[in-house]
T-cell receptor, first 110, second 114 residues
Framework: NAGVTQTPKFQVLKTGQSMTLQCAQDMNHEYMSWYRQDPGMGLRLIHYSVGAGITDQGEVPNGYNVSRSTTEDFPLRLLSAAPSQTSVYFC?????????FGSGTRLTVV | AQSVTQLGSHVSVSEGALVLLRCNYSSSVPPYLFWYVQYPNQGLQLLLKYTTGATLVKGINGFEAEFKKSETSFHLTKPSAHMSDAAEYFCAVSLGGSARQLTFGSGTQLTVLP
């Protein structure tokens, strides 16, 4: 089925560990983005990309890196995990007609 | 820059009653406006959107919203609530063009009482 695929669905990390959250879309969208969702705060934009090779920072970029080597993939890297990065992470792709979200990755940093 | 305010973090209605979820936005240019719904442990699903044209937009599951520029509002309504409508609802704004990133409100949890 067409859509946005995120892996893994759940992850527990120790403080200081690094990891990559994967995001792939098969709708040929140029625009992709990463959000984190925390209770009472809605979704906050971490990084976004308007096409392969182009990325930019969102509202809360510190502690995260992204790259966009292909149209389909937009991985999010946590360089040195901190407890403050415990959250649910959503990847989205789309255009002005609307955005499709993945099912999320629930990350716990202990 | 743009921002979104959702009035009421929790709203309860009886089954069959009117649903009204409030959203006000701030934008320096004509905005694109969205409502998303999130069911427990799931991603976000687009309910409806306003980009240009008709200010009353209809979405899925019987929801609709009206863009009111003078009031900078985009409230979500449904004439008759159903138990399956219980979820969290997010209003979002985009400036469009090259600034396509969405800015979300903090969300409204809708409870439907039997």
């Amino acid at each position: 089925n067409a859509g946005v695929t995120q892996t893994p669905k759940f992850q527990v990390l120790k403080t200081g560990q690094s990891m990559t959250l994967q995001c792939a879309q098969d709708m040929n969208h140029e625009y992709m983005s990463w959000y984190r969702q925390d209770p009472g705060m809605g979704l906050r934009l971490i990084h976004y990309s308007v096409g392969a090779g182009i990325t930019d920072q969102g509202e809360v970029p510190n502690g995260y890196n992204v790259s966009r080597s292909t149209t389909e993939d937009f991985p999010l890297r946590l360089l040195s995990a901190a407890p403050s990065q415990t959250s649910v992470y959503f990847c989205a792709s789309g255009n002005l007609g609307g955005y499709t979200f993945g099912s999320g990755t629930r990350l716990t940093v202990v | 820059a743009q921002s979104v305010t959702q009035l009421g973090s929790h709203v309860s209605v009886s089954e069959g009653a009117l649903v009204l979820l409030r959203c006000n936005y701030s934008s320096s240019v004509p905005p694109y406006l969205f409502w998303y719904v999130q069911y427990p442990n799931q991603g976000l699903q687009l309910l409806l959107k306003y980009t240009t044209g008709a200010t009353l937009v209809k979405g899925i599951n019987g929801f609709e919203a009206e863009f009111k520029k003078s009031e900078t509002s985009f409230h979500l309504t449904k004439p008759s609530a159903h138990m399956s409508d219980a979820a969290e609802y997010f209003c979002a704004v985009s400036l469009g063009g090259s600034a396509r990133q969405l800015t979300f409100g903090s969300g409204t949890q809708l409870t439907v009482l039997p």
